[in-house]
């Protein structure tokens, strides 16, 4: 893996149909110039409900002019955010969605199509995991589909909102080769998680990081301007042996402005990590 910080998910275009994070249905092709533009290395694709068929992920066609636009501008698409999943969750209620199941084994392989390493699946908000019950499913699914991932070669990657301790207690007994955490800072910090304590215990099983700032049970902001640590954060994901890109998720800027932005936060990123011991 080429860059410490290097992808950015989304947000290279203007807020499409006015949401905060959507799949860019209209104008998708131009994320690959942009990102190039501000100095990364990859996007991390958004695939959601909105516009699915519209989504190149869908066809063979779509895959092939995804691999053009990568190989006229060497931006590189390594992970998938199901965000589709939010908006249908895998479980409800404490029951597998088995029509939604099934799509997850059919993203997995488009994934693969694809070449990418690993599909984010988020469990916060509309999705969290809310009751023992839920857990208890998801583990069912995730004991069905892991054998999916790995014969695809593609690893799960879980967010959540849980406790370190209770995610913990999620990965535990799975290949932590396929099953992996995802680790949102900015996230983290708006529920008032302890990153000493969070990154301590995640450490070894986080495969990917999401890099944006939030303030304490609020919205998030502008990086360096919320209640995320990224100096304790960036130091403890070091000490934990995290040596993958860095995901920017970080908040919008001016309309218009972009790739400007995306290459502010860039740099961001990359002076704390130059700060580290």
Known sequence: MSHPVGIMQGRLLPPFEGRFQAFPAVGW????????????AGIEWIYEIPHEDENPLRTDEGLAQMRRLMGETGVLVRSICADCYMQSPLVVDGRPQRIRVDHLEWLLARAAALGAWYVVLPFVDASSLRTAAD???LRAVLGEVLPVARRLGVEIHLETDLPPQ??????AGFDDRWLKANHDIGNSAALGHDPDEELRILGPRIGSVHVKDRVLRGASVALGTGNA???????????????????????????GEETTWAGHNREFVERQLAALP
Do not use: C, H, K, N
Request: hydrophobic share 45%; charged share 25%; glycine share 8%.
């Open 166 to 171: 209770e995610f913990t207690g999620m990965l």
């Open 29 to 40: 092709q131009e994320e690959f110039p942009r990102a190039r533009a501000a100095g990364l």
């Open 135 to 137: 857990r208890d499913a």
């Open 229 to 255: 640590d990224f100096p304790s954060s960036f130091r403890l994901l070091r000490a934990a042996g995290y040596a993958r890109p860095f995901i920017l998720q970080a908040s919008r800027g001016v309309e």
